[in-house]
């Protein structure tokens, strides 16, 4: 009588084995599915040689690239460089809003432009070279501006003025209260006589 509920839970625990190790490859295909070679917000345009930041805006270049913190005294920002099957990438995050971050590595640029700023972007790396995987980077550049700030002219309150209608009267009322009284019963008082 013991092998089969044995059996039964053997065969439970294999049906279990079988459903997680399904939905851990179903993870990782899904993983490096979602992972490609572009950034997470936006995709890269290639410009021929060494890309310049867009008139009007600000350059903070690093180079070497390395992990770190970098800033030019209104711009800070923080770098991850990791290298993967791919070849080299990088994530960074900043303090004020990033108009374009320009990756270079290799005879070429990638640029990537965001609209609106973005105060951060991961998997971003140099152009492709001829082995098809992204070309070592030689610097980046994040170039912003510094949005004056908007003034609005004060808000004037127009005068109030009086209402014109008379004020209304309330009749007065008046209360009244009603006292009952309660009969009082007493005893005559009782003599005695000695």
């Not at 080299?88 to 990033?98: E, K, L």
């Not at 808000?155 to 009244?176: G, N, R």
Request: proline letters at 12%; hydrophobic letters at 30%; aromatic letters at 4%.
């Amino acid at each position: 009588m013991e092998q089969p509920v044995k059996h039964r839970r053997d065969r439970v625990t294999n049906r279990r084995s079988l459903v997680v190790g399904l939905a851990v490859v179903a993870g990782a295909v899904a993983l490096f599915t979602v992972l490609p070679a572009t950034a997470t917000h936006v995709n890269p345009t290639l410009v021929p040689g060494n890309a310049s930041c867009p008139a009007g805006t600000t350059e903070l270049k690093v180079e070497p690239v390395t992990d770190g913190t970098f800033s030019d005294g209104t711009l800070t920002v923080v770098i991850d460089v990791r290298d993967t099957a791919g070849g080299q990438v990088f994530d960074w995050t900043s303090n004020i809003g990033v108009d374009a971050v320009i990756a270079k590595g290799g005879p070429n640029s990638n640029v990537y432009t965001y609209s609106p700023e973005s105060t951060g972007d991961t998997g971003l790396h140099a152009p492709a070279n001829a082995s098809g995987k992204f070309a070592g980077l030689s610097h980046i550049s994040f170039c912003y501006d510094v949005e004056a700030p908007t003034t609005t002219p004060p808000t004037t309150t127009p005068p109030t003025t009086p209402p014109t209608t008379p004020p209304t009267t309330t009749p007065l009322t008046t209360s009244s209260t009603t006292t009952t009284e309660t009969p009082s019963t007493s005893t005559p008082p009782t003599s005695t006589t000695p």
